[in-house]
């Protein structure tokens, strides 16, 4: 795919991964969509690409909301009168152990509102943006590709049930969606970053940034923009579909 003047959307797109990936499709030259919860840090994102001399539009939504996504990729395709690639970015975590015990007798165990919230937002909101863009993509009869974003925790992390399921739903669902789409000229793939150095773990005490890097073969933290590069280089290679690419400096779970 050519990426001058492609419409690329990405949830989540105000902060962190999101932005870095907007800022490596608006680099190539994509007019750049960005979907995020928070209408402030939409603002603050805008104003920074503004600063660099990029135009993004940008959209308030809950992409746990079926009404809200909608809404969202209908404006988006009204403004700009295409939908070429759709990230889909948004996540949350709520981590906690599935049972805490001590000397036999359970003491806390991971409650319904944690498992719900974060697959409501990590698999149903890929789900129904997923969905959402396949079906403007066939209507507008240009092709595209889906890109979902999942994690190393797809392979199973402790303390984390929620993210970890949600994280191998996502990757799943874009072998599906590259077996289904075809036939319409788009494509599905998934990314799954190991670390990655965004507020989150930048705000994180020395001694627990050496723990997490500890195990990782190259001993650092990935970088937002390198995985803003994995997702340009699957846009850009036509031939690329159905497969995930694991961003997470050579470490195993």
């Not at 981590?95 to 359970?106: F, H, R, S």
């Not at 036509?238 to 779970?253: A, E, K």
Request: with cysteine; glycine share 10%; proline share 2%.
């Amino acid at each position: 795919m050519q990426l001058t003047d492609k419409v690329v959307v990405v949830t989540g797109g105000a902060r962190g991964i999101g932005r870095a990936i907007a800022s490596a499709f608006a680099d190539r030259g994509a007019r750049v969509a960005l979907v995020d919860l928070n209408p402030a840090d939409l603002e603050t994102a805008k104003a920074e690409f503004s600063r660099a001399g990029v135009d993004v539009r940008t959209y308030a939504a809950n992409v746990a909301r079926e009404e809200q996504v909608v809404e969202a990729l209908d404006n988006i395709v009204a403004d700009l009168g295409r939908l070429d690639v759709m990230v889909n970015n948004a996540g949350i975590i709520k981590d906690g152990l599935l049972i805490k015990a001590k000397n036999g007798a359970v003491t806390g165990k991971m409650g319904l509102e944690q498992w719900q919230a974060v697959i409501d937002v990590n698999l149903t909101g890929v789900f129904l943006c997923g969905r959402e863009a396949a079906e403007r993509m066939v209507r507008l009869g240009h092709g595209g590709l889906i890109i979902n974003i999942s994690s190393i925790s797809k392979c199973g992390n402790a303390g984390q049930t929620n993210y970890s399921a949600a994280k191998a739903g996502v990757t799943a669902m874009a072998v599906v969606w590259a077996k289904e789409l075809a036939r319409y000229g788009i494509r599905a793939a998934a990314i799954a970053p190991g670390f990655t150095r965004t507020d989150l773990l930048s705000g994180m005490p020395q001694e627990m940034l050496d723990k997490v890097t500890a195990p990782v073969p190259l001993k650092r933290l990935a970088l937002p923009e390198e995985i803003g590069h994995t997702a340009v280089f699957i846009a850009e290679n036509d031939y690329f579909t159905g497969r995930s690419i694991d961003v997470d400096g050579g470490l195993r779970l």
